[in-house]
């Protein structure tokens, strides 16, 4: 029963700052990697980041490079992601991600929106 639950979304002005939360249960977190995965309104699924278990490897889109910041806590069994300078362009349902072998387990998405 894997589960990923997202927090920490809301509405937000440009330039400002949120941090997104994951917690993950279900599943040995500290061996996965883990994506965040991001949809914006009436658009495809676009990768935003991935971390490595030990979370000494990290990787970001183009798009929000140098803006955004993957973590983790294992013993907290925790994923986030700091967002920062966020842009109108970054309003969309973030997703936590676990890839499984051929599989990709979802959270149900944490809602972010950036507007005046």
């Known amino acids: 029963q894997v589960q990923l639950v997202e927090s920490g979304g809301g509405l937000v002005q440009p330039g400002g700052t949120l941090r997104l939360s994951c917690a993950a249960s279900?599943?040995?977190?500290?061996?996965?990697?883990m994506f965040w995965v991001r949809q914006a309104p009436g658009k495809g699924l676009e990768w935003v980041s991935v971390?490595?278990?030990?979370?000494?490897?990290?990787y970001y889109a183009n798009s929000v490079k140098g803006r955004f910041a993957i973590s983790r806590d294992n013993a907290k069994n925790t994923l986030y992601l700091q967002m920062n300078i966020l842009q109108p362009e970054d309003t969309a349902l973030y997703y936590c991600?676990?890839?499984?072998?051929?599989?990709?387990?979802w959270g149900q998405g944490t809602q972010v929106t950036v507007s005046s």
């Open positions: 971390i490595k278990p030990g979370g000494d490897f990290t």
């Open positions: 279900g599943f040995t977190f500290s061996s996965y990697w």
């Open positions: 991600v676990r890839p499984h072998y051929t599989d990709l387990d």
